[in-house]
T-cell receptor, first 111, second 115 residues
Framework: SQQGEEDPQALSIQEGENATMNCSYK?????LQWYRQNSGRGLVHLILIRSNEREKHSGRLRVTLDTSKKSSSLLITASRAADTASYFC???????????FGKGNQVVVIP | DTGVSQDPRHKITKRGQNVTFRCDPI?????LYWYRQTLGQGPEFLTY????????KSRLLSDRFSAERPKGSFSTLEIQRTEQGDSAMYLC?????????????FGDGTRLSIL
């Protein structure tokens, strides 16, 4: 079943701008992960944040997690045309091992 | 670096036929997952293995679906008597899970089209 709800679902920005996506979920989680998917390809893992963490950075990515609001955000700074992709949040619930994905955000970065 | 590979990349078949997909995970990964993704949606969990043991199956996995991982390495997913609703991308992922907090590494999927 689908878990996360990403917001906005489609985003179009100019190269160099920042892109922010939000994700909400409903259950008690072990961790939350963000993935990127280019058209027709598999998913690429970007970043994992554990339930006891509040913020994490990886290169141009910044992820926050608010377990009280059951929400997460992904910020991509200084976007590039190559960042054009679909971005999914996925949760791993406490007590199981499956990833529960949202519907994804489509991000288009205009050169 | 040898990632997760899936074969075939595309499969077109007529309704009612059986199809089988193969997934080769990253060699040292003990966990292997199957997901299904339809257009405009996120992947949906189907089943997962730890080594050769199938530990969890989704309710999406009807009795027409069967998955195996006989030696704890590659896995196969078979769909019998295919239906048009089976058209989707079938994704395989693997992970090395010691603490339950490891990312999953995905293959590029098998796109199934049922005529």
């Amino acid at each position: 079943s689908q878990q996360g709800e990403e917001d906005p679902q489609a985003l179009s920005i100019q190269e160099g701008e920042n892109a922010t996506m939000n994700c909400s979920y409903k259950t008690s989680i072990n961790n939350l992960q963000w993935y990127r998917q280019n058209s027709g390809r598999g998913l690429v893992h970007l970043i994992l944040i554990r339930s006891n963490e509040r913020e994490k950075h990886s290169g141009r990515l910044r992820v926050t997690l608010d377990t009280s609001k059951k929400s997460s955000s992904l910020l991509i700074t200084a976007s590039r045309a190559a960042d054009t992709a679909s971005y999914f949040c996925a949760t791993v619930d406490t007590g199981n091992n499956r990833l529960a994905f949202g519907k994804g955000n489509q991000v288009v970065v205009i050169p | 670096d040898t990632g997760v590979s899936q074969d075939p990349r595309h499969k077109i078949t007529k309704r009612g036929q059986n199809v089988t997909f193969r997934c080769d995970p990253i060699s040292e990964h003990n966990r292997l997952y199957w997901y299904r993704q339809t257009l405009g949606q996120g992947p949906e969990f189907l089943t997962y293995f730890q080594n050769e043991a199938q530990l969890e199956k989704s309710r999406l996995l009807s009795d027409r679906f069967s998955a195996e991982r006989p030696k704890g390495s590659f896995s196969t997913l078979e769909i019998q008597r295919t239906e048009q609703g089976d058209s989707a991308m079938y994704l395989c992922a693997s992970s090395l899970d010691r603490e339950g907090n490891q990312p999953q590494h995905f293959g590029d999927g098998t796109r199934l089209s049922i005529l």
